[in-house]
C-alpha cells in the first residue's frame, strides 16, 4: 500500500521562503516522474513541479524561478523549496506520484493530476 505524506507547510509573509517534503512508503520516488500540486481556495488544482527519475525537472511558469523540486533518493523524500512566496501561492500543497513510466518527455505538471497517488496536502499561507 503506498502511502504519501507531506509536512512542511505553514504561515510566512509574502517574500519568505518555506520547504516542504513529502515521505513514501510503498514507494520510491527514483522510479517514476512524481511532483507537487496545488489547490487554492475556490480554484482547481494545479500541478506545481514535476521530477523524473532521470532527475529533470520542469515547473508551471507562475513558480519558476521561485520555487525548486528535488529528491533524495537515499531517504526516499520529495522536497518543495518555495522562495519569494507571494500571497497567491496560498493553497493546500499535495504530494503525488505516478504509477506507470512517462515516456518522451511527458513528465510535466500539466500531468500530476492523472497521478494515481497521492498525500493528504499541508496548508500553505501567505500573507501580504
Known amino acids: 500500500q503506498v502511502q504519501l505524506v507531506e509536512s512542511g507547510g505553514g504561515s510566512v509573509q509574502a517574500g519568505g521562503s518555506l520547504r516542504l517534503s513529502c515521505a513514501a512508503s510503498g514507494y520510491s520516488f527514483s522510479r517514476y516522474c512524481v511532483g507537487w500540486s496545488r489547490q487554492a481556495p475556490g480554484k482547481e488544482r494545479e500541478g506545481v513541479a514535476v521530477i523524473d527519475s532521470d532527475g529533470s525537472t520542469n515547473y508551471v511558469d507562475s513558480v519558476k524561478g521561485r520555487f525548486t523540486i528535488s529528491k533524495d533518493n537515499a531517504k526516499n523524500a520529495l522536497y518543495l523549496q518555495m522562495n519569494s512566496l507571494r500571497p497567491e501561492d496560498t493553497a493546500i500543497y499535495y504530494c503525488?506520484?505516478?504509477?506507470?513510466?512517462?515516456?518522451?518527455?511527458?513528465?510535466?505538471?500539466?500531468?500530476?493530476?492523472?497521478?494515481?497517488?497521492w498525500g493528504q496536502g499541508t496548508q500553505v499561507a501567505v500573507s501580504s
Open positions: 503525488a506520484a505516478s504509477r506507470v513510466p512517462l515516456y518522451g518527455g511527458n513528465c510535466l505538471p500539466q500531468v500530476v493530476g492523472f497521478f494515481a497517488y
